[in-house]
C-alpha cells in the first residue's frame, strides 16, 4: 500500500502563479500535478548538473544538456561497449564531465533508465519485426 501525497500549501509570487495557470491551460494539466513535475525535475537537475528533461512520445525523459542524447542512450552504449565509459564517450563525442552527468543520474535512477532502455528496445525489435514481414510480403 503506497503512502498519500503529503498536503502543502506553498505561496507563490502572484506572477509565478498566473505563469504556472497559464502553461498547465496550454498543456491541458492540473496545476498540482505540473507544479510536482516542475519541482520534481528542478530537484534532479539541482542534484545533477547537466541533465535537463525533454518531451517525448513516451513522456518526459532525462536527458544531457546542450546535446541530443537521452540518458538512456548514453548508458545503452556504455553497455554496448562492455562497460567501456571511455570508449562510449569517444564513440559518442563526449567528454568525461558529460558522461559522468548521465552516469550519475542512472546510479540514482536506475529504474527509470531501465525502463526507457526497455521501451526503446522492444519498439526497436518491433519495428524490425515489422519490417521483416513487409520484405517476405514483397518477395
Do not use: K
Given at each position: 500500500?503506497s503512502t498519500p501525497p503529503a498536503s502543502r500549501t506553498v505561496q507563490l509570487a502572484p506572477e509565478v502563479e498566473a505563469d504556472?495557470?497559464?502553461?498547465?491551460?496550454?498543456?491541458?494539466?492540473?496545476?498540482?500535478?505540473?507544479?510536482?513535475?516542475?519541482?520534481?525535475?528542478?530537484?534532479?537537475?539541482?542534484?545533477?548538473?547537466?541533465?535537463?528533461?525533454?518531451?517525448?512520445?513516451?513522456?518526459?525523459?532525462?536527458?544531457?544538456?546542450?546535446?541530443?542524447?537521452?540518458?538512456?542512450?548514453?548508458?545503452?552504449?556504455?553497455?554496448?561497449?562492455?562497460?567501456?565509459?571511455?570508449?562510449?564517450?569517444?564513440y559518442l563525442g563526449l567528454s568525461s564531465t558529460q558522461m559522468q552527468a548521465a552516469i550519475g543520474y542512472y546510479a540514482e535512477?536506475?529504474?527509470?533508465?531501465?525502463?526507457?532502455?526497455?521501451?526503446?528496445?522492444?519498439?526497436?525489435?518491433?519495428?524490425?519485426?515489422?519490417?521483416?514481414?513487409?520484405?517476405?510480403?514483397?518477395?
Open positions: 500500500m504556472l495557470a497559464e502553461r498547465a491551460r496550454e498543456l491541458g494539466s492540473g496545476l498540482t500535478p505540473l507544479a510536482e513535475r516542475y519541482v520534481t525535475e528542478g530537484l534532479r537537475m539541482d542534484r545533477h548538473p547537466g541533465i535537463v528533461f525533454r518531451e517525448a512520445a513516451g513522456g518526459r525523459r532525462a536527458a544531457l544538456a546542450g546535446h541530443r542524447l537521452d540518458v538512456w542512450q548514453i548508458i545503452e552504449t556504455v553497455r554496448d561497449s562492455g562497460g567501456d565509459v571511455t570508449e562510449a564517450a569517444d535512477f536506475r529504474r527509470e533508465i531501465d525502463d526507457w532502455i526497455a521501451r526503446n528496445t522492444a519498439a526497436a525489435e518491433a519495428a524490425e519485426s515489422a519490417w521483416r514481414r513487409q520484405q517476405v510480403a514483397h518477395n
